[in-house]
């Protein structure tokens, strides 16, 4: 008779590596890259690279100094400081984009355990960090600049201008992102290429950013009782860039199907809360770090019960 073969879960193993599925964020990331060097100026990459050299460098000294393995190389740390640097304006001084890398890759990622120990996301955390502590010079957008233009101006964004009163740029330079904002939260084109590429690659699951996108709408709708406004809550800010980039991190949202759907829910219910009575215009990356707060409690109530075990 043969011998019978036990061992521990998991059974179904797959060739994706963290390597690869960081490799396709980044590609992904591209697109928004460019556009933002294109609206805003070549000073984007500067921002973009200040924070992938910090979050990079960081990671690895840390490593160092705790004699863990070195992990730069599975490229989390390039993803972290990309995202950084595509939340923050194009003027953004570069020694705070360094401050709030190392915060991201040391204190929110390093300390707890490294990737997928931290309980919130890093570049949503770092980029709330560094809103509270340098607001005078990171709250805000810049106006677009095409090559002509000899320097960037700071200036208002959509939900500034919503909240305050002015006049709004059109719903077609909304989205091709000729606006004011941050580096890669304007051109929503790019980030639709970027989320269709991680939707082709089994990434990320398409279903998600749509139900933080479309609550958002909804709340805006029935608030508001406005299409188009519904539809420049949608278009401002970092929303698009959150749905798709940030509530989608593997290690801080729930694993199950309908927790990830609980948590977009969530993410979408807190964003629309804090624009519409909030003292900040923005909200997303706020609702990202709540909502990442509550994911072992999501993840607790949607688990699925195993066959024939008892009910919890």
């Known amino acids: 008779m043969a011998k019978l073969h036990i061992s521990s879960s998991p059974h179904i193993s797959s060739k994706r590596t963290t390597q690869s599925i960081m490799l396709d964020v980044v590609i992904a990331l591209m697109p928004l890259l460019i556009a933002g060097c ?16 910090a979050s990079v460098g960081s990671e690895y000294i840390f490593c160092l100094i705790t004699k863990k393995k070195n992990t730069i190389f599975d490229l989390s740390a390039v993803v972290t400081g990309v995202i950084i ?16 890398s190392v915060f991201a890759i040391v204190v929110v990622k390093g300390l707890f355990g490294g990737l997928g120990q931290n309980f919130a996301n890093p570049a949503a955390t770092a980029r709330v960090f ?26 208002a964004t959509p939900l500034t201008v919503m909240r305050d009163g002015g006049e709004l740029p059109s719903l077609l330079d909304m989205f091709l ?26 990434v990320i699951n398409f279903e998600v950013p749509l139900i933080y996108v479309a609550t958002v709408f909804v709340l805006s709708l029935i608030a508001d009782n406005s299409f188009s406004v519904a539809l420049y809550q949608v278009l401002s800010g970092g929303l698009m860039l959150g749905a798709v980039f940030m509530i ?7 694993v199950t199907r309908e927790g990830k759907m ?51």
């Open 38 to 53: 294109i609206i805003f100026g070549m000073r984007s990459l500067l921002v973009v690279g200040a924070s992938v050299v």
């Open 248 to 254: 989608t991190d593997y290690a801080t949202t729930p």
């Open 130 to 155: 560094l809103l509270i502590c340098f607001s005078g010079t990171l709250a805000g957008g810049v106006t677009p600049k095409l090559s002509s233009a000899p320097d960037l101006v700071a200036g």
């Open 85 to 100: 640097g595509l939340n923050l304006p194009a003027t953004a001084p570069i020694w705070q984009v360094i401050v709030g």
């Open 262 to 312: 609980v948590f977009a829910f969530g993410c979408g219910l807190i964003t629309y809360l804090i624009r519409a009575y909030g003292s900040y215009p923005e909200g997303v990356s706020f609702a990202i770090l709540l909502m990442n707060i509550l994911t072992p409690y999501i993840q607790k109530w949607t688990a699925k019960r195993p066959f024939g075990g008892a009910k919890v």
């Open 177 to 202: 992102g000729l606006r004011g904002g941050a580096i890669g939260e304007t051109c929503v084109l790019a980030i639709l290429i970027g989320f269709a590429y991680l939707v082709i690659r089994r």
